[in-house]
Nanobody
Framework: QVQLQESGPGLVKPSQTLSLTCTVS??????????WSWIRQAPGKGLEWVGA???????YDSPSLKSRTSIARDTAKNQFTLQLSSVTPEDTAVYYC?????????WGKGTLVTVSS
């Protein structure tokens, strides 16, 4: 079945760029499902949609994070990435990659990213 796994540094310093990679297996980011998404959950808060890239390559970003968010994909490696620039401690969260259309049917287990000096 489709599986997703997040990877990247767990600690980022304020003002730097948070970079994460989602590796997909059991399916293709170009042919399976419409959206390949990044979602995060800060401590004590609910889920927040960050953005997504569709199977076609079209990009969608949260309006509140758009100016700091860059999502891309590497079709050869079947991966998609997240870069969030100018981070602050408010960006500390568990970051998930997920896949689906109207609903996110498949999720990675998530990875905690802490923004701290």
């Amino acid at each position: 079945q489709v599986q997703l796994q997040e990877s990247g540094p767990g600690l980022v310093k304020p003002s730097q760029t948070l970079s994460l990679t989602c590796t997909v297996s059991g399916g293709s980011i170009t042919t399976n499902y419409y959206y390949w998404s990044w979602i995060r959950q800060a401590p004590g808060k609910g889920l927040e949609w960050v953005g997504a890239i569709a199977y076609s390559g079209s990009l969608y970003d949260s309006p509140s994070l758009k100016s700091r968010t860059s999502i891309a994909r590497d079709t050869a490696k079947n991966q998609f990435t997240l870069q969030l620039s100018s981070v602050t401690p408010e960006d500390t969260a568990v970051y998930y990659c997920a896949s689906g259309n109207d609903a996110m049917d498949y999720w990675g287990k998530g990875t905690l990213v802490t923004v701290s000096s």
